[in-house]
């Protein structure tokens, strides 16, 4: 029998609930509790109205023994995330995990837990469902974003509303979050966005990868490039030898320990259940007695385009899919940039972001902003003022941002900007490894006598030379330093290394910072032929099982690799092909910061979520005729419950000497201030941008809607920096409509790039002019 109690706004009033209506329940031990024990838990299941989602949500409530009878004592809470074709009070049917109270899950469950701690756990409903829609079992609205409701905001929410109707322990330490299954994805991916809020968090058999965010621009959310969200939260993993999962949580595996030290996963001999609640939630207590510290210097990534984390507002005009990244944010400044996927995707230039600061600083002082983008070189110094609390805005675009917050005559501000392997492509097992290293001056003073050293974090990896010294870095300059330290991975199956950078100077000052570098060893397990796809039309793997016949790459379709032409590398193995995930450092692949990735999702065929990826690499247009290219390669292969990842090396060589490929278009968007925007690439570069935009009486007819067709006209777009361009040079092309009367359009693109190959496409969506006269 499930409760039902409707609590009003006085919900500590709920010992007089309880008593008043459900004397005879407590009387029924079967109803709430074990009849072997003597303590009463409360488990309550109710609701609230959301503002957030303007509507009612329910949730079930554990209240352990003596809650209403001692109004001063607190304590603390665990919210849970349910999993597919749950709900809040417990299974959909028959189920495949019950883990709430009297036997479920062995007794190992969670009114026994409220038994033997002193916490409350608030179990959270993900129904997505709607009145008048089909029958929705997916909750939490990820894997395939179904409509606005976005559960990590609603989570806020939620929090502050136990929070106040509740006896709970109102402080980040102690408040956690689980999760089983899609719960256990929510739980991770709520404690990365809430690090604030949160000191722990337990995920149960949670899936690594979902289509999450936004309905109108959703994101690929993987949680294996989420490592650095969770600074200041203890992360915990439970999974079971049967789980069908488990081969992807091995991958996370492979990532997690080697760059997170508060990182702990549990295998159990069981499958897809809340295989050992009792250890995580105790787990969990113990992190509310001793939590990790509170980070003085943080990173987060987030998907939405305006978010809070650690006391920073940030907002932004993001309309499409991608990931805002902050870096070594602390007292002297911040990283960021806006990229369209994980962890190289292409940088946003078009994104303006502003960040409002806690109050940190002095009230109303002169502060010095230098600002280093990376991407371009540029350096920039301004003063702004704090406000009267002691806050300062800052405005970047969504490239790479170095960005150094000083007192007028303040320290030298030292940030690394990348180290890279020197002697040979990539990092590499058993090989002795050189290291370059770049660092910015984002500071007010030069940065003088510089000791720079590198350590491992794991004993992985031996670093062999690591120590360096930089007479001088001044304010707004770059320094590279060549081989300045030299490294030995001593295990083949590392595939991630941490390493930390210490500098210092004679004055005291100390800057640290960690880089992390993917392992790439030479393995030959590829079996099968290299084919070039460079715009064939090719019948390929899809979904892992099914396959697609399309044209594959972009360029003049003979099979070899020219100057110019966008190639998919594909494996050819037992007679079918499979579309690769190509990495090269090559200076001759993707110029102009191009960087083009797909992914292949296998929900349909593992009902589990993640995507296999492959990528597209650019040649450049001065890539010399018969230039071999080395890169490395990585496909998979499916195997229920499995997916079998092959890698290796292969060279390719690029042909002949002239580009004859046509520019290539990527997104078009209208924005809110009637400004045009259009991406698109080109190995040579783009010259010329122009769009016909042609009226569309069909599309324009709307019942009771009148108004009188216009004529053509075409709009020519530039990439300078002016006339609604954000950012010159980035391959986005803006130009904005004036004097137009609102109507429905259809677009017709024509791209020419600096050789004159010229490209004619229709865009194919309608584009919507409002009334501009």
Known sequence: MDFLIVINKNVRSISLVIILVFGVAFALQSQVMSSASKKRVAVIDTFHYSKTFGDIRKYRIFLPSGYDQDSEKRYPVIYFFHGWAQRYFGEMGIGYSHYDRLDDNGGDNMEAFVKKRDVIIVKIDG???????????????????????????????????????????????????????????????VSGKYPHLLSSVGNFCGSLEFMVGPYEFPVEYNHINMHDNYEGVNVRMHYGTEDRLRYYHQDLNKIWPQVMDHYHCQIYEASHITCGMGDMFESIYQSFINPLPVPTNWHHIDVYPSFDIWGYEVSSD???????????????????????????????????????????????????????????????????????????????????????????????????????????????????????????????????????????????????????????????????????????IESDTVEIVRLLITVSDPNGNIWKDHYDLRVRNDEDNLEGELVVADGQVLTVVS?????????????????????????????????????????????????????????????????????????????????????????WLEYWLPNVPAHIIKRGVVKVKVEGNLDETAPVFKWLQVKNDQSIELAAYDAAGIKEVKIKMIPDKEASTIRYVRWDMPESFELKLNDQGFNADNFGGDSIFSGRIRGRASYVYRAEITLTDVLGNTVTQEYDKTIFIQDLR
Request: proline share 4%.
């Open 127 to 189: 129904s997505n469902q709607f009145p008048s829609g089909p029958l929705n079992l997916t909750p939490w609205n990820i894997g395939t974003v179904k409509s606005f409701r976005q559960f990590p905001i609603y989570f806020e929410e939620l929090v502050d509303f136990i929070d106040q109707g509740y006896l709970t322990i109102s402080d980040r330490q102690y408040r956690a979050v689980s999760g089983l299954s899609m719960g256990g994805f929510m739980s991770f991916w």
């Open 543 to 631: 979904e892992a099982v099914d396959s697609v016949t399309e044209i594959i790459g972009v360029g003049n379709g003979d099979g070899i690799a020219n100057p110019g032409e966008s190639i998919v590398l594909l494996i050819r193995n037992k007679g079918k092909l499979y579309r690769t995930n190509a990495f090269t450092t090559d200076e001759y692949i993707n110029p102009n910061f191009i960087s083009l990735r797909t992914s292949d999702s296998w929900a349909n065929y593992d009902h589990i979520g993640p995507s296999a990826k492959f990528t597209t690499p650019v040649i450049g247009s001065d890539c010399p005729d018969g230039k071999e290219i080395l890169f």
């Open 318 to 488: 993001r309309i499409r899919s991608g990931f805002t990244i902050f870096k070594n944010v602390n007292k002297r400044g911040f990283n960021s940039a806006v990229r369209g996927f994980l962890p190289d995707g292409e940088l946003m230039s078009e994104v303006d972001l502003s960040i409002r600061t806690p109050a940190i600083y002095k009230a109303n002082t002169e502060y010095s902003i230098c600002d280093h983008n990376a991407r371009t070189g540029d350096y920039i110094v301004y003063t702004t003022t704090s406000d009267s609390d002691g806050i300062i805005t800052i405005d970047v675009d969504g490239n790479e941002h170095y960005v150094g917050i000083n007192e007028i005559s303040d320290d030298p501000n030292i940030s690394l900007l990348s180290l890279q392997t020197d002697n040979i492509d990539w990092l590499q097992f058993g090989r002795d490894v050189d290291l370059s290293i770049k660092l910015v001056n984002k500071g007010q003073l030069t940065g003088r006598n510089l000791d720079l050293e590198l350590s491992s974090l794991r004993s992985t990896v031996e670093v062999k030379k690591s120590h360096t010294f930089l007479s001088q870095i001044k304010p707004g300059h770059v320094a590279e330093e060549r081989a300045a330290f030299t490294i030995h």
